[in-house]
């Protein structure tokens, strides 16, 4: 076989795999035991992600925040999850609310202010859901438990199906200005491989094989417009990752940005039309 650069075959590239692989099994082994019992562990868990989170957006937004930039949005976090836990949503939401009103005005003398109060419902709302979604019931028996894990592993399978796929095809970009790496092909795989993964998981926890598959595409889709939307915010603001937390990943944002849009779009189908949601 000839060494010639010209005929040698591109093989893909699959970047940081090892470190990557490594980080997700440790994540996921941090997260089984809350997401299995729900309740007061879970909502610690998700809290404690999304102050990571705020800390990050407000390291990402400005250059040397105060103190109290800081303080703010993690009391709000606080806050929230507290009252999701309570299940007292409307309180929750007002809490929101008024953290992100009070973010916005201790940075209107220093500039974005817009930053700071949308950028913080943009992870608080996400996180709310989350506890919502997967309720107090421990237990794999537990619907929060299976509408949730449904949700995880299709949007887990809808990246992994994207990177692999758009490694290995490569092939033109979807959208270079806002994220250089994402491809046709990775996006295709990803339509391909999250359908697959969400019928099986359908079949394992009870839901419907076709139903499962279908609803998986649209949770397929918001995970991508997820990861656009932060892909659009970095590039706004001139950083490459939200921050170093998880080798072979980036930051906290870097990790969840897809499941935070998955898991709104969820939360909107089960609250306007409960029956486009699998039953179980």
């Known amino acids: 076989m000839s060494d010639d650069p010209k005929t040698v075959t591109a093989k893909p590239k699959w970047k940081n795999i090892g470190v990557r692989a490594i980080t997700a099994l440790l994540m996921g082994g941090v997260a089984i035991i809350p997401f299995y019992f729900g309740g007061v562990f879970w909502m610690i868990l998700v809290g404690l992600v999304a102050g990571g989170a705020v800390w990050e957006w407000v390291r990402m937004t400005e250059t040397t925040p105060t103190k109290i930039a800081y303080i703010i949005p993690i009391l709000g976090v606080i806050l929230v999850m507290l009252g999701s836990h309570l299940e007292a949503y409307q309180t929750t939401f007002i809490f929101a609310t008024l953290t992100a009103a009070i973010a916005a005005l201790e940075r209107i003398r220093r500039n974005g202010a817009i930053w700071a109060g949308l950028g913080f419902l943009y992870i608080a709302i996400p996180a709310i859901l989350l506890v919502y979604l997967r309720g107090k019931t421990s237990g794999v028996a537990a619907t929060g438990f299976k509408d949730l894990i449904f949700v995880i592993l299709v949007v ?125």
């Open 156 to 280: 887990i399978a809808a990246d992994t199906g994207a990177y692999f796929g758009g490694s290995y095809f490569q092939g033109p970009k979807m959208a270079p200005k806002l994220s250089p790496n994402k491809t046709w092909s990775g996006f295709f795989s990803g339509m391909i491989f999250a359908p697959f993964i969400g019928c099986i998981v359908g079949l394992i926890i009870g839901f419907s094989a076709i139903h499962a598959a279908i609803i998986a595409l649209p949770i397929m889709v918001f995970s991508v417009v997820g990861d656009f939307l932060e892909s659009a915010l970095k590039r706004k603001l001139k950083v490459k990752d939200t921050g170093g937390l998880l080798p072979g990943h980036g930051g906290v944002l870097d990790r969840v940005d897809s499941l935070m849009m998955a898991v709104v779009f969820v939360a909107l189908i089960m609250a306007v039309s409960p029956t486009l949601w699998p039953q179980l």
